[in-house]
């Protein structure tokens, strides 16, 4: 019986996945490794190991690894959320940022009763706060998708966050 | 989102049809093949819309695609699609970041918001609680007393805020009814350069 020796370097997560010899020059090795088989299984699943070879291919390298890690964003929102992936999570977050915008506005219309003498609040950049009417309406974005609702939508604890 | 993407509805497999009848849709265009009747992307990538293929089809790949629109019923795919596209359009004009770059954009934009907001309802609750301490006149009888009870809607509204506030649904305060306090039925008014209280 052949004794199997133990390779020097194992195959990142992707040649592993694709079944196939990792080469010292592998694209995906440095940002898919051997033990995080999940994040390139997801990003394969919705991308395709082509296109994200692409991708990568197109960026510098020193951004690669960004590159990497907002595509398993995406997959993984996408692999969750089959119908609408990221785009829920940007409507959600848009119609989130329209109503603190208007609770701000009130909020702070009704500072501006008990500091009538003062002079008019301004925001950080110096500039009035918007009224109500100035304000971007809701939807817009979401209205384009048929299903989208409130009732579907309301969970961001969902996406995790990025920053 | 360009226009159009609205247009057709999900229910529509003999535009399929009628599409290979007249052109073939812009993915089966774009693959040199016969749009044949029940093809699956016919529906959703109408020929006048070539970019729109083309952008899912460099982002995804067609297979995806198929695959994807296959695993869901028929009702959704028109929204898969159109999410699809701005996902693969936004990718393309930033191969770094795509729409995760928008996400991140807006998530600190409702994080500032939220502290803003938290920062004015406080200053509100200090001036409310300033007007309470300083209008508060010498206890009289106890029906005198109920009737000056504050209403307490900026810190139940603070409150609302504060439990709503985990990630969860946020849910925007009430609109305020007037703040009935004694003074407001003063004629005299002299507690209108403090606001009257009468709105809050």
Partial sequence: MRNHEPRASSSCA???LLKRRCTPSCIFAPYFR???????????KVFGASNVSKILNEVPEEQRDETVNSLAYEAEARLRDPVYGCIGAIALLQRRMVELQVDLA?????????????PPILNDHGSMIPTLAELPACG???????????????????????? | MPDGFCVYSPCTEKMASSSSYNSPCAACKFL?????????????????????????????GASNVTKLLNE???????????SLAYEAEARVRDPVYGCVGAISFL???????QKELDAANSDLIHYACSEITTALPAPPGPSSIQSMAPRQRP?????????????????????PTPYNLPWNDNPSGENNAAGGGSNM
Avoid: W
């Fill in chain 1, 14 to 16: 992707a040649c592993k």
């Fill in chain 1, 34 to 44: 051997s033990d995080e088989p999940k994040k390139f299984a997801k990003v394969h």
């Fill in chain 1, 106 to 118: 009130i909020a702070r219309a009704r500072l501006a009763r008990y500091s009538a003498s003062s």
């Fill in chain 1, 140 to 163: 817009g974005f979401a209205d384009c998708f048929s299903q989208i609702s409130s009732d579907t939508m309301n969970d961001l604890s969902q996406f995790p966050y990025i920053f």
């Fill in chain 2, 32 to 60: 040199r093949r016969k749009c044949m009747p029940g093809c699956i992307f016919a529906p959703y990538f109408p020929p006048e819309e070539p970019q729109k293929f083309a952008n899912v089809h460099k982002i995804f």
């Fill in chain 2, 72 to 82: 869901l019923p028929p009702h959704q795919r028109e929204d898969a699609v159109n």
């Fill in chain 2, 107 to 113: 998530q600190r934009q409702v994080q500032r918001l």
């Fill in chain 2, 155 to 175: 810190i139940d509204h603070y409150d609302r805020i504060g439990m709503g506030n985990e990630g969860g649904y946020y849910e925007a305060p009430a609109i």
